[in-house]
């Protein structure tokens, strides 16, 4: 079984429609990130957490919110997707007990029309 | 402000060698890891660099010189498999990973 799980791997949706992309990890992390990724932009982090009571926004976290519900899920939300945020989403988990590797789901593509 | 650079695509032939270089401007620093990632893939890790000097394994090493802000990534025999995106990201200061753009590198054979 994957250590990292991502819900759904494939969504398609409109313009001002709520999304919910969820993450699951086995793994026993504290930190879990999730980031977005376009075509020649590489990885850009849109929130963090270290722990369950610890919420972070990254670089681009304008158009998304978070929820840690327990140290082994944490979810992202558009609250009302836009086309501009088609992309691929990863999650992902870290220990700093383990110099920080990060670990990483699967991926969800999502597309807003 | 924190940068890494790295080539944004290289090309190279079945068998041959490879050197995808990355420097990088963060505040502080914690060790630089590289990432490979097919394309549509998640990225999985290579190798940590946290002191200076060459790390083998296999047929990819990875160098680090924490005082030119320079490390690269070496592959040899390379196969048509390599074909992906290798990505460059430093720990800094507080633990954040800051990741490069990533090098496309194209195998022919």
């Known amino acids: 079984d994957a250590d990292v799980t991502q819900t759904p791997r494939n969504r398609i949706t409109k313009t001002g429609k709520r999304i919910m992309l969820e993450c699951s990890q086995t793994?026993?992390?504290?930190?879990m990130y999730w980031y977005r990724q376009d075509p020649g932009l590489g990885l850009r982090l849109i929130y963090y957490?270290?722990?369950?009571?610890?919420?972070n926004k990254g670089e681009i976290s304008d158009g998304y919110s978070v929820s840690r519900q327990a140290q082994a899920k944490f979810s992202l939300s558009l609250e009302s997707a836009i086309p501009n945020q088609t992309a691929l989403y990863f999650c992902?988990?870290?220990?700093?007990?383990?110099?920080?590797?990060?670990?990483f789901g699967p991926g969800t593509r999502l597309t807003v029309l | 402000g924190q940068n890494i650079d790295q080539p944004t695509e290289m090309t190279a032939t079945e068998g041959a060698i490879v050197q995808i270089n990355c420097t990088y401007q963060?505040?502080?620093?914690?060790?630089l890891f590289w990432y490979q990632q097919h394309a549509g893939e998640a990225p999985t890790f290579l190798s940590y660099?946290?002191l200076d000097g060459l790390e083998e394994k296999g047929r990819f090493s990875s160098f680090l010189s924490r005082s030119k802000g320079y490390s690269y990534l070496l592959l040899k025999e390379l196969q048509m498999k390599d074909s992906a995106s290798y990505l460059c990201?430093?720990?800094?200061?507080?633990?954040?990973?800051?990741w490069g753009a990533g090098t496309k590198l194209i195998i022919k054979p």
């Open positions: 992902a988990t870290s220990a700093l007990a383990d110099y920080n590797e990060q670990f």
């Open positions: 793994k026993g992390h504290d930190r």
């Open positions: 957490s270290f722990d369950v009571k610890d919420i």
């Open positions: 963060t505040s502080g620093f914690n060790g």
């Open positions: 660099n946290v």
């Open positions: 990201a430093v720990l800094d200061s507080n633990y954040q990973l800051i």
